[in-house]
């Protein structure tokens, strides 16, 4: 408790930080109208998009009065990253959504950020009616964390060089479901994934060392799970390897630049090293 009270502290520092010290007071004139409209259009067709596809893949079945259901023990935890990460991009998405739309670059930190966790608790709620699920803190309090980096990182800018990434091979477990025309969703197939903590270790180095280090290259500090049985057991696995940050490659391609951007919220194919339960391995992961 003491942790999340820590966490909470810092959170609410960094909203305070980006929300109360506007250094050039939004200007509405600067919005882009029909841009906004155009975001606002593909917001709502996308969520009504992606609210079908999750009543048929995880709210099928009875619905059941509001409840609160505690799930930290479920997947050995993999899933808690995955929310943090999951808030991460959609609070990016809309951040790069609003600044295209005119928007000045606090506001569209602060306000991407918002629409973020707005969305990933929508979800928290809907599966706070299902009989089988009810909505998990531990699920919303990582959802609060990931949006709120990119506010962390606004108000705080050493924190940029640190970012979280995804990587997704699917297992062997998926492949099989899938051969057996049974329903299964990627996105729960944690024993696929890896999180990753990437970092650009530039700035802790001296000017020399700096030079001689490809600005773009970095490393990443990864978690994943394997093995798990469903009932609480599994091994835990945890990376250090090589990282990309590939938005440091400069371009004068508004194209490149934007795909860089997207790219570097996944982790690419890397050399690495690995423990996997008490075993120390090493290999190119992805």
């Given at each position: 408790?003491?942790?999340?009270?820590?966490?909470?502290?810092?959170?609410?520092?960094?909203?305070?930080?980006?929300?109360?010290?506007?250094?050039?007071p939004?200007?509405?004139?600067?919005?882009?109208?029909?841009?906004?409209?155009?975001?606002?259009?593909?917001?709502?067709?996308?969520?009504?998009?992606?609210?079908?596809?999750?009543?048929?893949?995880?709210?099928?079945?009875?619905?059941?009065?509001?409840?609160?259901?505690?799930?930290?023990d479920?997947?050995?935890?993999?899933?808690?990253?995955?929310?943090?990460?999951?808030?991460?991009?959609?609070?990016?998405?809309?951040?790069?959504?609003?600044?295209?739309?005119?928007?000045?670059?606090?506001?569209?930190v602060?306000?991407?950020?918002?629409?973020?966790l707005l969305?990933?608790?929508?979800?928290?709620?809907?599966?706070?009616?299902?009989?089988?699920?009810?909505?998990?803190?531990?699920?919303?309090?990582s959802?609060?964390?990931?949006?709120?980096?990119?506010l962390?990182?606004?108000?705080?800018?050493?924190?940029?060089?640190?970012?979280?990434?995804w990587?997704?091979?699917?297992?062997?477990e998926?492949?099989?479901?899938?051969?057996?025309?049974?329903s299964?969703?990627?996105?729960?197939?944690?024993?696929?994934?890896?999180?990753?903590?990437g970092?650009?270790?530039?700035?802790?180095?001296?000017?020399?060392?700096?030079?001689?280090?490809?600005?773009?290259?970095?490393?990443?500090?990864?978690?994943?799970?394997?093995?798990?049985?469903?009932?609480?057991?599994?091994?835990?696995?945890?990376?250090?390897?090589?990282?990309?940050?590939?938005?440091?490659?400069?371009?004068?391609?508004?194209?490149?630049?934007?795909?860089?951007?997207?790219?570097?919220?996944?982790?690419?194919?890397?050399?690495?090293?690995?423990?996997?339960?008490?075993?120390l391995?090493?290999?190119?992961?992805?």
């Open positions: 408790m003491k942790l999340i009270s820590v966490v909470l502290l810092l959170i609410v520092s960094a909203v305070n930080a980006v929300a109360g010290q506007e250094e050039h939004l200007d509405t004139s600067d919005i882009h109208t029909g841009r906004l409209v155009i975001i606002g259009t593909l917001t709502a067709g996308t969520v009504a998009l992606v609210h079908i596809y999750q009543q048929q893949a995880w709210w099928q079945g009875q619905r059941a009065p509001f409840r609160f259901e505690n799930d930290w479920y997947a050995l935890n993999i899933d808690k990253f995955g929310h943090a990460y999951g808030a991460y991009v959609l609070s990016h998405l809309f951040t790069y959504a609003l600044t295209w739309s005119g928007f000045e670059s606090r506001a569209s602060f306000y991407g950020s918002a629409f973020g969305y990933q608790l929508y979800v928290e709620v809907e599966d706070g009616f299902h009989k089988d699920y009810g909505f998990s803190p531990g699920d919303a309090f959802d609060v964390i990931g949006a709120s980096i990119p962390a990182q606004e108000a705080f800018p050493v924190l940029r060089n640190l970012s979280l990434k990587s997704y091979f699917p297992s062997s998926y492949i099989d479901a899938l051969k057996q025309k049974q299964r969703v990627f996105i729960d197939d944690y024993q696929g994934q890896i999180y990753w903590l970092m650009d270790p530039h700035f802790l180095m001296s000017d020399a060392w700096a030079k001689s280090i490809p600005a773009w290259l970095g490393i990443s500090l990864g978690a994943a799970v394997r093995n798990l049985d469903g009932s609480g057991g599994g091994t835990k696995q945890f990376y250090l390897a090589l990282d990309y940050n590939l938005s440091k490659i400069e371009t004068d391609s508004p194209f490149l630049r934007g795909l860089f951007i997207a790219l570097d919220h996944f982790h690419l194919p890397a050399p690495a090293i690995y423990l996997d339960g008490k075993a391995k090493a290999g190119v992961v992805y």
